[in-house]
């Protein structure tokens, strides 16, 4: 299971060194990647760096199954909207599934012993590896001398005493393996996934609570500001151009579009849900703020998508401590 970190290839390299033919397998999530547009970029460094040690890499998409169990993850979240262990989980079951297409016998991972607190201490990685159903046939040869042995060892198809005993947070061994190797331009250790983000986090809390979790709102998280005009209705204001073009092309039938007149730089903002005379007035006031023109009245046009027909409010902007009252 290749993570697009250094720990993923460099276990992935300890069992190819002896000579066991290995299958990369990365599964991508809805919560891999802030912005949709590089998606095709990181595939593309994906199997480029697992090409770099002899390994061929296959991307599994985990969208319905990741986000039912991100609903009600069984052993909870990390300090934001994390939930590591059901992740971990759930990917390894699903490598398990594709073991006898593949050919497989077992599972290599790069995770080590007290790296992480929440998914790679002694009792979790257990945890893991019995809940995924892999028990015995789950190897990590990064901390593979201080954890029982595995099927795969036993068998001796795996020789244990070349394997590698690292453990806790220190990237130097990994770093000295690398050189060894000869693998070089990984990427840093700094987590990826945006359920770790604080301000993401609470942007996937409150779609939670509204009952609005799909892929369609996902992608919305991933852009602009983010406000709370009622039970069922979302405003996402852009906070540059990129984000203006991406909120126009991420806009679905029956979604509303507001920004200044022609003749204002301002943002782009989409509001997605329940509309009425209440919902457009204050999405415009806030459209307004954000033109940054003090408290001067301005003209907003707003239309729903994919309608051309506009309709404009001359308004002043929100106060700002009523804005602050719906920011998420």
Same mark, same amino acid.
Not at 308 to 321: F, R, T, W
């Given at each position: 299971m290749i993570s697009g970190g250094l720990d993923s290839l460099l276990a992935a390299r300890l069992v190819k060194e002896q000579g066991v033919d290995v299958q990369g397998i990365y599964f991508d999530t809805p919560f891999c990647l802030r912005d949709k547009t590089l998606e095709d970029k990181r595939a593309k460094a994906l199997k480029d760096m697992s090409r770099s040690i002899g390994v061929e890499l296959?991307?599994?998409?985990? @969208?319905? &199954?990741?986000l039912a169990m $991100?609903?009600? #993850?069984?052993?909870?979240?990390?300090?934001?909207m994390n939930p590591c262990i059901d992740c971990k989980i759930l990917m390894l079951a699903k490598a398990k599934e594709l073991m006898p297409e593949l050919g497989a016998s077992f599972i290599i991972t790069g995770e080590v012993l007290g790296q992480r607190p929440m998914s790679q201490y002694r009792i979790a990685l257990e945890k893991i590896e019995k809940e995924s159903g892999l028990e015995g046939l789950l190897l990590r040869p990064l901390s593979a001398q201080l954890l029982l042995q595995t099927i795969p060892e036993q068998k001796r198809w795996i020789k244990r005493e070349l394997l590698a005993g690292f453990t806790g947070r220190s990237r130097r061994p990994q770093i000295e393996l690398a050189a060894r190797f000869g693998i070089k331009d990984y990427p840093n250790a700094a987590g990826g996934c945006l359920l770790t983000d604080p301000g993401f986090s609470r942007r996937l809390e409150d779609l939670i609570k509204h009952g609005a979790m799909d892929m369609d709102n996902i992608a919305l998280l991933k852009i602009g500001r983010h406000l709370r $005009?009622?039970?069922? +209705?979302?405003? !996402?204001v852009g906070r540059n151009e990129k984000e203006n073009n991406l909120l126009l092309e991420t806009a679905k039938n029956g979604d509303y579009i507001f920004m200044p007149?022609? @003749? +204002? #730089?301002? #943002?782009t903002c989409l509001v997605r849900g329940e509309i009425n005379k209440d919902t457009v007035q204050i999405s415009c006031s806030v459209a307004c703020y954000y033109c940054r023109l003090k408290d001067e009245a $301005?003209?907003?046009e707003y239309w729903s998508y994919p309608d051309? &027909?506009?309709?404009? $409010? @001359?308004? !002043? #902007?929100?106060? &700002? @401590?009523e804005l602050n009252k719906i920011k998420i």
């Open positions: 296959r991307i599994e998409k985990l @969208n319905g &199954e990741y $991100l609903k009600d #993850p069984k052993h909870g979240f990390g300090s934001n $005009l009622g039970p069922k +209705t979302k405003l !996402v007149d022609i @003749n +204002t #730089p301002g #943002p $301005l003209n907003i051309k &027909e506009k309709k404009m $409010l @001359n308004i !002043v #902007p929100i106060k &700002e @401590n």
